[in-house]
């Protein structure tokens, strides 16, 4: 299994303003994921990052709003841009050792936002 | 496209009792499904998963799920419920040899009744 930490833990941040969420792995992985998660609500893919080429993102996502880096096998930060409330959810990073879609994707312990 | 659909948003079971946590899929090409737990502040952990190998899958804590091709099912259970069982459960799907992220269900709030 993959142990994931994630930076902050929680943020309360204002309105216009933008936060880096950093996702670190203890292993290397192959793909690595960003799912938000609205109050009460399932998870919802953003994006997937590959190391060495631009995120993709889901319908419904853009680059311009949620920036994504992952410069290395280990390491990816996501950017919730220009906040606004209804941003505020946990997002949360997630692993897949391999590009196998039998792979067991393991979850951070999430960054929990608010957006006053 | 894929998509998965858990019955009933809250289930509520006595302590000892049966645990029945619903779900239906929908994809194109024979996915690979995922349960997973989420206790209260905590991130997701994963239950079992089915992968094409057997059809009746064991996972950790005494779940168990079993996979209904014909039924498009996924339910998940537990033959005698404990307190530390109370929970979210969400079930996932990905479809099959992708390398895609995981569809999430709309997720099961799990209440055990002492």
């Known amino acids: 299994s993959a142990v994931i930490s994630q930076k902050p833990s929680r943020d309360i941040c204002q309105r216009g303003t933008s936060l880096t969420i950093q996702c670190q792995v203890d292993s290397q992985v192959t793909m690595m994921f960003w799912y938000r998660q609205q109050p009460g609500q399932s998870l919802t893919l953003i994006a997937t990052a590959n190391q060495g080429s631009e995120a993709t993102y889901e319908s419904g996502f853009v680059i311009d709003k949620f920036p994504i880096s992952r410069p290395n096998l280990t390491f990816s930060t996501l950017t919730v841009s220009n906040m606004s409330p209804e941003d505020s959810s946990i997002y949360l990073c997630?692993?897949?050792?391999?590009?196998?879609?039998?792979?067991?994707?393991?979850f951070g312990p999430g960054t929990r936002l608010t957006v006053l | 496209a894929q998509s998965v659909t858990q019955l009933g948003s809250h289930v509520s079971v006595s302590e000892g009792a049966l645990v029945l946590l619903r779900c239906n899929y929908s994809?194109?090409?024979?996915?690979?499904l995922f349960w997973y737990v989420q206790y209260p502040n905590q991130g997701l952990q994963l239950l079992l998963k089915?992968?094409?190998?057997?059809?009746l899958v064991k996972g950790i804590n005494g779940f168990e799920a079993e996979f209904k091709k014909s039924e498009t099912s996924f339910h998940l259970t537990k033959p005698s419920a404990h307190m530390s069982d109370a929970a979210e459960y969400f079930c996932a799907v990905r479809e099959g040899g992708g390398a895609d992220g995981l569809t999430f269900g709309k997720g099961t709030h799990l209440i055990i009744q002492p």
């Open positions: 994809s194109s090409v024979p996915p690979y």
């Open positions: 089915y992968t094409s190998a057997a059809t």
């Open positions: 997630s692993v897949s050792p391999t590009s196998g879609g039998t792979d067991t994707q393991y």
